[in-house]
């Protein structure tokens, strides 16, 4: 082990004997610079505003994963472990230093780090027509595929277009029509792309699970995104929020060569069209909150909010003013405190306090029981985060659509 290797495992060593496997984990802001931020993250409001960079319009929760801007800071996108001195420790560091301490032995075998991504997203307008690429198509670029979910919390405000478009009009895949996006790509000067889709009215409370290659324009929401551990996309939409986006973004992740090659088709050539075009696109894809089997407690309820794919999962936990929930999972997962106050295994934690309301529970903790005690006079609501299958007996939508 090189000395740099030595002295992050020491740092790491004396934080999870701190908090009792627990990390506690600052906040990671992360600016874009093609929307205007919907300022609902807590922020001052001088802060959000970072000039060239754009603005501060999204936060990532126990991240490992940099955020791929145009202009960037070292380090955008990943998260700090919270430390008592001026050491500093990134997550990413930690995770690739003491895998088995974090992940577990058997997990960590087969799976090289935590592998999936938390953002809480927070734009004035809508998020510009955009996909994911799937996972050949990002392996082009060296890239992971990105594969992603919603959930709309209560309370948070909805914003000037909550509305959301998700795929494609059915009748343009059975009719092969995938020509008609080209123009609006060429000619890249109106939102007028959103015809070809279909708009949902979103619910506060409800969910959405949007697979790599599909198309899809999040609506103002303030939105909690669980995902595969990647940054890849490809905008569609030249307008939004009253302004024209970089051109740049359309192929943001695609080959040069296959750019020169094609242009603006080879863009069309990365969507999952059969998907998009899927007549039960609601039935097949609405995610709205499941209770969670055999976990009764009085003290609490607890439902699955991120389900229907083993690529990730997650859930809602709230226990009630002066109650306690005893929590065992089955392994390495992360916490954001949404709304009350209380102490996770001797941890004090704040929702709504940046510092103060986001941890990671390794996995030897996790697997143990562990009390969950709401020490204030409003409910409790966490969420918790789990990559790739720690959760495998999660729930799956009837698949509509398909012969029985």
Request: contains cysteine; neutral net charge.
């Amino acid at each position: 082990m090189k000395n740099n290797e030595k002295d992050a495992r020491a740092i790491l060593d004396r934080a999870i004997e701190n908090g009792n496997g627990v990390l506690r984990l600052h906040p990671a802001w992360v600016a874009r610079d093609f929307l205007e931020p919907g300022r609902r993250l807590g922020l001052p409001g001088k802060m959000y505003r970072l000039g060239k960079r754009g603005a501060i319009t999204e936060r990532w929760l126990a991240s490992t994963t940099r955020a791929d801007n145009r202009f960037g800071v070292p380090d955008e996108g990943l998260s700090f472990i919270a430390l008592n001195s001026k050491e500093k420790l990134t997550l990413k560091d930690a995770v690739e230093t003491a895998p088995l301490v974090i992940m577990g032995k058997e997990y960590a075998a087969t799976h090289k780090g935590l592998g999936r991504l938390v953002k809480i997203f927070d734009y004035k307008y809508r998020i510009p027509f955009h996909f994911h690429q799937m996972k050949q198509h990002a392996a082009l670029v060296g890239r992971n595929p990105k594969e992603e979910a919603y959930y709309f919390p209560e309370g948070a405000g909805l914003g000037a277009e909550p509305d959301s478009y998700f795929g494609v009009h059915p009748s343009i895949v059975a009719n092969k029509q995938y020509g008609v996006f080209l123009p609006y790509l060429k000619d890249w000067n109106s939102d007028l792309i959103l015809r070809h889709s279909k708009g949902y009215h979103i619910v506060p409370g409800d969910g959405f699970h949007i697979p790599a290659g599909v198309l899809h324009a999040p609506g103002s929401a303030l939105t909690i995104e669980l995902q595969e551990d990647s940054d890849v996309f490809s905008m569609l939409q030249a307008l939004a929020g009253g302004k024209i986006i970089s051109k740049e973004l359309l192929f943001k992740d695609v080959r040069i060569e296959d750019r020169k090659k094609c242009g603006e088709e080879a863009v069309l050539e990365m969507i999952d069209w059969e998907a998009n075009g899927d007549v039960y696109f609601y039935e097949n894809r609405h995610t709205p909150p499941v209770a969670v089997k055999g976990n009764r407690q009085p003290g609490g309820e607890e439902h699955w909010i991120f389900y229907n794919t083993l690529r990730f999962s997650g859930k809602k936990l709230l226990v009630y003013p002066g109650k306690k929930f005893l929590s065992v999972e089955s392994g390495v997962y992360s916490i954001l405190i949404w709304k009350g106050e209380g102490h996770l295994d001797g941890n004090e934690v704040v929702g709504g306090s940046p510092g103060m309301d986001e941890l990671l529970v390794c996995h030897e903790r996790a697997v143990e029981p562990m009390v969950i005690e709401n020490t204030g006079t409003e409910d409790l609501v966490l969420f918790k985060f789990f990559g790739p299958d720690i959760n495998t007996r999660v729930p799956m939508l009837e698949k509509y659509g398909e012969a029985k």
